[in-house]
T-cell receptor, first 113, second 115 residues
Framework: DAGVTQSPTHLIKTRGQQVTLRCSPKSGHDTVSWYQQALGQGPQFIFQYYEEEERQRGNFPDRFSGHQFPNYSSELNVNALLLGDSALYLC????????????FGPGTRLLVL | AQSVSQHNHHVILSEAASLELGCNYSYGGTVNLFWYVQYPGQHLQLLLKYFSGDPLVKGIKGFEAEFIKSKFSFNLRKPSVQWSDTAEYFCAVNSFSGGYNKLIFGAGTRLAVHP
């Protein structure tokens, strides 16, 4: 049983570009959350998707957007990249039976130059 | 606003020493509390969680944590650490809103265990 998978593992972009990160949840999980982990900090909640809709959002600008597909996989899009967007982006999924539990993927490390 | 505070950013111990990592949270409602661990080069893994009931929670690899409601604390403990416990440890609280939840993390404590 595969856990949460994310792609790509690493990415380098330049300021002003756009990026799309992908996440496949653990089998049987229907809720996907995204977090940003800057160097030396704990993960910060970006948003959460359930039934293909954004259900909650953290303190992130509209440059950060997402999508959830019918198979529960999800994308995180970031437009007009800034140097400060350099971070590890984590995806976490939750099962219907235990929405308090979140299982994390390995993350995508984004470097903005 | 909800927040989580971890007291120590870096901890260095020798093998067999006892460990206690502090965590305090600020949240007015019912809390679910978690400790996650991130081993070098690996993803975040759940160590243990508290939802309700016995405030002393036992997790994997010999870790335990005690929920003290009056102190808004959820400290992580291990009686005897091993070199393999070298990792970063994150305390988190589950914040519920409109039936949905999100995790609020502390800044993390980086633990180095020397053989």
């Amino acid at each position: 049983d595969a856990g949460v998978t994310q792609s790509p593992t690493h990415l380098i972009k330049t300021r002003g570009q756009q990026v799309t990160l992908r996440c496949s949840p653990k089998s049987g999980h229907d809720t996907v959350s995204w977090y940003q982990q800057a160097l030396g900090q704990g993960p910060q909640f970006i948003f959460q998707y359930y039934e293909e809709e954004e259900r909650q959002r953290g303190n992130f600008p509209d440059r950060f957007s997402g999508h959830q597909f019918p198979n529960y996989s999800s994308e995180l899009n970031v437009n007009a990249l800034l140097l400060g967007d350099s971070a590890l982006y984590l995806c976490a999924s939750s099962p219907p039976s235990d929405r308090g539990a979140q299982y994390f993927g390995p993350g995508t490390r984004l470097l903005v130059l | 606003a909800q927040s989580v505070s971890q007291h120590n950013h870096h901890v260095i111990l020798s093998e067999a020493a006892s460990l206690e990592l502090g965590c305090n949270y600020s949240y007015g409602g019912t809390v679910n509390l978690f400790w996650y661990v991130q081993y070098p080069g690996q993803h975040l893994q759940l160590l243990l969680k508290y939802f309700s009931g016995d405030p002393l929670v036992k997790g994997i690899k010999g870790f335990e944590a005690e929920f003290i409601k009056s102190k808004f604390s959820f400290n992580l403990r291990k009686p005897s650490v091993q070199w393999s416990d070298t990792a970063e440890y994150f305390c988190a609280v589950n914040s519920f809103s409109g039936g949905y939840n999100k995790l609020i993390f502390g800044a993390g404590t980086r633990l180095a265990v020397h053989p």
